[in-house]
């Protein structure tokens, strides 16, 4: 199956601090979700972007689908954003609907 | 508009036994797809339901079973409990269909999860 892998696996931040997580997979896909995940477990959508590039506030992400990767962007980092970010995919054949999760990267924004 | 919720938000349960997790998928949403998120791990596919049959699996045991119901509501059963069962499980709903003779790959939504521990 489709593999994904994140980087870095952890990182500390001081607050304002900008960042940039990485999500590289193996094969083409045509559903690329970038998720939070806060303390207590939940999924907090992000991002949906199979390709191109897309903002909101303070976070930004660009999928490059042709070399396999995607950059999340946070800026002016806040201690809210501490948590686990996850990149998850659906391959372009073969994988149905199902997400495909990375390892994920474990932010923690100090003052 | 209701997010995707899930009950319990806890369980205790001891080896053996049988448990039932309930879901109910965001406003006008038809699929319901079941996660299992160990400590320290990304989320693991379990299988996926639309109209009311599962639609796919990842690798998982018989132990682990499903239902969908006609309001698009979703179950997830596992029986004979392990330890090693003890995780964190979300629900995930997202819309199906097909545009232009495409299948639609649309956002998934997760629920806040159940936590299950099996002693």
């Known amino acids: 199956g489709i593999q994904v892998e994140q980087s870095p696996p952890d990182l500390i931040l001081q607050e304002g601090a900008n960042s940039t997580l990485r999500c590289n997979f193996s094969?083409?896909?045509?559903?690329l979700q970038w998720f939070h995940q806060n303390p207590w477990g939940q999924l907090i959508n992000l991002f949906y972007?199979?390709?191109g590039t897309k903002q909101n506030g303070r976070l930004s992400a660009t999928t490059v689908a042709t070399e396999r990767y995607s950059l999340l962007y946070i800026s002016s980092s806040q201690t809210t954003d501490s948590g686990v970010y996850f990149c998850a995919v659906t391959p372009f054949t073969g994988g149905g609907n199902k997400l495909t999760f990375g390892t994920g990267t474990q932010l923690k924004v100090e003052l | 508009d209701a997010g995707v919720t899930q009950s319990p938000t806890h369980l205790i349960k001891t080896r053996g036994q049988q448990v039932t997790l309930r879901c109910s998928p965001k406003s006008g949403h038809d699929t319901v797809s079941w996660y299992q998120q160990a400590l320290g791990q990304g989320p693991q596919f379990i299988f996926q339901y639309y109209e009311e049959e599962e639609r796919q699996r990842g690798n998982f045991p018989d132990r682990f079973s499903g239902h969908q119901f006609p309001n698009y509501s979703s179950e997830l059963n596992v029986n004979a409990l392990l330890l090693g069962d003890s995780a964190l499980y979300l629900c995930a709903s997202s819309l199906s269909g097909t545009s232009g003779g495409k299948t639609l790959r649309e956002t998934q939504y997760f629920g806040p999860g159940t936590r299950l521990l099996v002693l």
């Open positions: 972007i199979p390709s």
């Open positions: 094969d083409s896909v045509n559903n």
